[in-house]
Nanobody, 119 residues
Framework: QVRLVESGGALVQAGGSLRLSCVVS??????????MSWYRQAPGKQRELVAN???????NYVDPVKGRFTISKDNAKNMVYLQMNSLKPEDTAVYYC???????????WGQGTQVTVSS
């Protein structure tokens, strides 16, 4: 069974940095076409896409995080990362790792990790 587990969330001051990690088990990246994404959900708001990256091609970012966040994958470790720099209070949210695997035609979610940015 495919499982995603996030880590790395914390309380940080505005202008600081965090790196979120997502470990994927139950499937091998290098053998399965996939799209891995990070979403976030702030209190009282809908969950929104932050960034994604496919098996090939360039990453995609929503405008509010362009130039500050970087999504990456380590296929050898079955890991997905979100490097977040120049954090702002409006980045405060629960961040979720999401994976779509073409062969399984299924989407999986992690349990989320809290990021809080203080002003």
């Amino acid at each position: 069974q495919v499982r995603l587990v996030e880590s790395g969330g914390a309380l940080v001051q505005a202008g600081g940095s965090l790196r979120l990690s997502c470990v994927v088990s139950g499937i091998i990246f290098s053998e399965n076409a996939n799209v891995m994404s990070w979403y976030r959900q702030a209190p009282g708001k809908q969950r929104e896409l932050v960034a994604n990256i496919g098996s090939v091609g360039t990453p995609n970012y929503v405008d509010p995080v362009k130039g500050r966040f970087t999504i990456s994958k380590d296929n050898a470790k079955n890991m997905v990362y979100l490097q977040m720099n120049s954090l702002k209070p409006e980045d405060t949210a629960v961040y979720y790792c999401n994976g779509y695997f073409l062969r399984l035609r299924a989407t999986y979610w992690g349990q989320g990790t809290q990021v809080t940015v203080s002003s």
